[in-house]
């Protein structure tokens, strides 16, 4: 046994934990320190306090451990407590909140020591240890200076559309005292840990099981021949397999061969190695231009290796190229990124005997009525849970009404939760036991199963004339899509769509397929493919720019969309595109200022569309439902994942029917057909606020009756698809508008500001907003410089940790002015156009030409410093 005190109380523990934070989590119940990366203890969200100092507890061994005084939050003082979560709160010093436990208790210990001393500087070098991939750590310093400095911030409430204000549930998730999954612990619960695939491309001749069977505390091993139903799921294409069976092919090192269910999740993760895959190794198909060229399947039991094919094309290139007064010809490669969400993805599913109501676990939603059939509750944390619901239906060969899924509240996604990851295993786990399961993947596991973003090969051919307008465009594109579809199809046919910026070209000619092959599964991630294709296009714009003499200001200017022109695949924009020219203007002053201080100085201007469109019927359901006790719950069916959905749902709510903020329930779960598809492409604040609006119109007009359901709707069904031909279709109808900024010292090279204005249409809620920007521009600069997540040719992840992706790190991240910008979208709720999807698509082509003002050298791949993240397998030619 090991002896020590936790939060003043003397307590005993056994000596089988593999760290302290097991020990505090598995035994003691002590949840507010997270698990993000253990025992690698490299995210600094299980941070607590030891005999005074802040430590790392995935690092700390129960050796020394013995004796010590050990604080966690749940032991610091009420006032304290309070006083903490009130800075970061009214600061907007967190989104998802999955890291922020961990940063309020390296802040105690920082101020404990050093009190009013404690500078900005010095804070930001002591967080080295935490990882938020949220924020950009700008408004947790914010918060942290103001604590040291002894100030009283005010947590506001926020009222209607418009105001600023606290985000929703913000307190609770400071202090680590509202539940993710992983710290849902039901009666009863095993837990569930998965078998991957050794090799990314190998037949499988046979699956013993017998040894992880006989290891005591294991309860069952499930493989492919355990599935009732269907084998395979998916967003778009059912392509996934939930397991490869014997007689199967794996097609990448993500594959799930079994999952094995014990009593505890230190068993389960014993015995998975366990399990033994006898394998008939074949080559992988790890080259996207050899992968589309060969006549050899990549993918087990599917035909080709080019899952998508998007084009368009207007006017003649080919003679305007031939008058053009300059032409352009560039090669452009962008890498392979992990999303690195700082809560590895975790399912827990609890079955429900026919006759029993629906649990409640460490949730705020509702019990569903009793049923005569035997159900399923699964806590997701996924982007879409109604399409897991779907699929999880599927796998056990059930009803939909038999399974609800219902949302909590994720620790990050970034579209790297769309897929299902381990929710279907879980189920069936639970499903066939009869009992409540939970798998957690560790974040090796992580790495390996869910999907990236794209590593793109791009070759760009522009002209323009001597004043510096663009006469003309022909880009082609190819995307390592990974083994399976995902969303791999509309990332491309998004570069595709976006790959002329916002700007206007009468000529163009734009072809990008998506490859399959057995590197990890690509799919969304914040910017959807604009951020590849956009880099390339800033890239040859600059180049233009130097031959026409001109500024990167000027011909951006000069060639920027404006109401009626006719965009990229043909559409014709609306009044909202003055969003483009407004931030143009909006850094103009500190574009000159910082020329004229003989900055290096470089520019990037983007767009990206919000929602789905191409052509796909989008319809969003919300639900507001008076209760008994006075509480209003609104019901919507979009993910909360730290950008603010909730905080959206809840305000519109207040504005619509001038009801206190505090009286709001917000609850996602599938009792409600409410469902839309994934929360992806900034859907979820347009979509979702124009629900939301509908619901309590049709509650003020019925005179918002208790115990009514009153449903509502936003729909865009007006768009259209890239394969109907239209000479101006209507693609899109929403788009966002950012324009970024990046100066550097010109001796050093160093980032000294970047200054990013975005067109948001309406800031729902302006603090949520600058959050979500200054978070972008800190992914945005470590895809520009420094993070990527490459493949050698056997398919095999070259980074197995968080520090090994080269996130920047608070003291490395340099200041935002974040400009707002409001050109209000005519045909959305309140003119709202999003911030999330947009944050990051200008940032990279801004810092290639930062650095080519600074050294005179054009880059053509990224990231742009740190070589050993570059795509290894891309068949790109440096």
């Given at each position: ?168 549930e913000a307190s609770l998730l400071s202090m680590g005292d509202r539940p993710f999954i992983d710290d849902m612990m039901p009666e009863g619960l095993l837990h569930g840990a998965v078998h991957l695939s050794e090799h990314a491309r ?54 799930v061969l079994a999952l094995v269910v014990a009593d505890t999740r230190a068993i389960a993760r014993a015995a998975a190695p366990l399990v033994n895959i006898t394998y008939d190794v074949l080559p992988p198909i790890t080259n996207p ?236 991630f914040r910017g959807f493919g604009a951020n590849q294709a956009q880099f390339a296009m800033e890239g040859v714009l600059d180049r233009l720019a130097e031959k026409a003499g001109i500024s990167g200001w000027d011909i951006r200017n ?321």
């Open positions: 046994m090991t002896q020590f005190s936790v939060n003043g109380s003397p307590v005993s523990i056994g000596d089988h934990h593999e760290h302290l934070l097991a020990a505090l989590r598995d035994e003691l119940a002590i949840l507010s320190p997270k698990d993000g990366c253990s025992p690698s203890g490299q995210c600094g969200c299980c941070t607590i306090i030891m005999d005074g100092k802040a430590r790392v507890s995935c690092q700390t061994s129960l050796e020394k451990v013995e004796g010590t005084e050990v604080l966690t939050l749940e032991g610091v003082d009420d006032d304290e407590r309070d006083r903490m979560a009130t800075a970061f709160a009214a600061h907007g010093a967190l989104q998802c909140g999955f890291c922020t436990p961990g940063i309020v208790m390296r802040t105690k210990a920082m101020i404990d020591k050093k009190g009013s001393d404690l500078t900005r500087t010095n804070a930001a070098a002591l967080l080295g240890a935490h990882l938020c991939r949220c924020t950009g750590y700008i408004k947790i310093l914010d918060a942290i200076e103001d604590l040291a400095a002894g100030g009283t911030p005010v947590a506001v409430q926020p009222r209607g559309v418009g105001s600023r204000g606290v985000k929703y190998a037949d499988i001749v046979s699956i013993d099981t017998s040894a992880a069977l006989a290891v005591d505390g294991v309860v069952a091993v499930l493989t492919g021949a355990d599935v009732p139903g269907e084998l395979r799921g998916g967003l778009i294409h059912k392509d996934w397999p939930i397991f490869i069976p014997e007689g199967g092919r794996t097609s990448y090192l993500g594959d231009l050899e992968a589309i060229a060969s006549d050899e399947d990549a993918v087990w039991e599917l035909d080709g290796n080019i899952l998508s094919t998007s084009t368009y094309a207007r006017g003649d290139v080919d003679e305007a190229f031939a008058t053009s007064a300059h032409v352009i010809r560039e090669s452009f490669q962008t890498q392979r990124i992990d999303h690195a969400f700082v809560e590895p993805e975790s399912t827990l599913a609890v079955p429900v005997a026919a006759g029993e109501s629906m649990p409640v676990v460490g949730t705020s939603g509702d019990t569903p009525d009793v049923s005569d059939e035997r159900r399923l509750k699964v806590y997701s944390g996924g982007q879409g849970i109604w399409d897991d619901r779907n699929d999880i239906a599927a796998i056990l060969d059930i009803d939909t009404s038999r399974v609800v899924t219902e949302l909590v509240s994720n620790g990050g996604a970034f579209g790297g939760k769309e897929d299902m990851s381990n929710q279907g295993q879980t189920a069936l786990a639970a499903w066939l036991l009869d009992r409540p399961v939970k798998t957690t993947f560790s974040r090796e596991e992580s790495f390996l199963v869910h999907t990236k973003r794209h590593p793109i090969q791009m070759h760009y051919e522009a002209g323009c004339n001597l004043d510096g307008k663009l006469t003309a465009l022909r880009v082609r594109m190819v995307g390592d899509s990974g083994p399976y579809a995902s969303v791999g199809m509309k990332v491309l046919e998004r570069a595709a769509g976006h790959a002329s910026g916002p700007y206007v070209i009468d000529n163009i000619d734009v072809e990008a397929i998506a490859a399959r092959t057995n590197n990890s599964v690509c799919g969304a000069r060639n920027v969309i404006s109401p009626g022109v006719t965009w990229g695949p043909g559409q014709l924009m609306d009044e909202g595109c003055l969003g483009a020219q407004a931030c143009l203007d909006a850094v103009k002053p500190a574009y000159d200022d910082a020329v004229a201080e003989g900055k290096a100085v470089g520019l990037g201007l983007g767009l990206k569309n919000s929602g789905l469109g191409n052509g796909f019927k989008e319809i969003a359901k919300a639900v507001v439902h008076f209760c008994e006790d006075g509480t209003v719950e609104v019901r919507h069916c979009w993910t909360e994942m730290g950008q603010g959905v909730h905080t959206v749902a809840l305000q519109v709510a207040v504005e619509e029917l001038d009801i206190e903020p505090e009286r709001i329930r917000v609850i996602v779960d599938s009792t409600r057909e409410l469902g839309a598809g994934q929360t992806t492409g900034s859907r979820g604040t347009l979509m979702g606020a124009g629900s939301v609006k509908d619901a309590c119109e049709k509650a003020r007009a019925d005179g918002c009756k208790v115990g009514v359901d009153y449903e509502g709707e936003y729909r865009v069904d007006w768009t259209n698809s890239l394969s109907e031909g239209l000479a101006n279709p209507i693609i899109h109808s929403t788009f966002g508008y950012a324009a970024q900024m990046v100066i550097m010292d010109k001796e050093s090279g160093a980032i000294e500001n970047v200054v990013a204005a975005h067109d948001v249409g309406r800031a729902v809620n302006p603090l949520l907003c600058e959050g979500q920007v200054e978070g972008a521009v800190h992914m945005g600069l470590g895809y520009a410089l420094h993070e990527g997540f490459p493949c050698d040719e056997n398919g095999k992840p070259l980074n197995d940790t968080l520090r090994s992706l080269d996130i920047i790190r608070p003291k490395d991240m340099p200041p935002v002015d974040v400009i707002l910008v409001e050109a209000a979208e005519p045909n959305s709720p309140y003119g709202i156009k999003g911030v999330g999807e947009i944050g990051l698509v200008p940032t990279a082509g801004a810092v290639a030409a930062a650095m080519h003002a600074h050294d005179g050298v054009w880059r053509n791949e990224l990231p742009l410093i740190n070589e050993k993240n570059r795509e290894r397998a891309s068949g790109w030619t440096r």
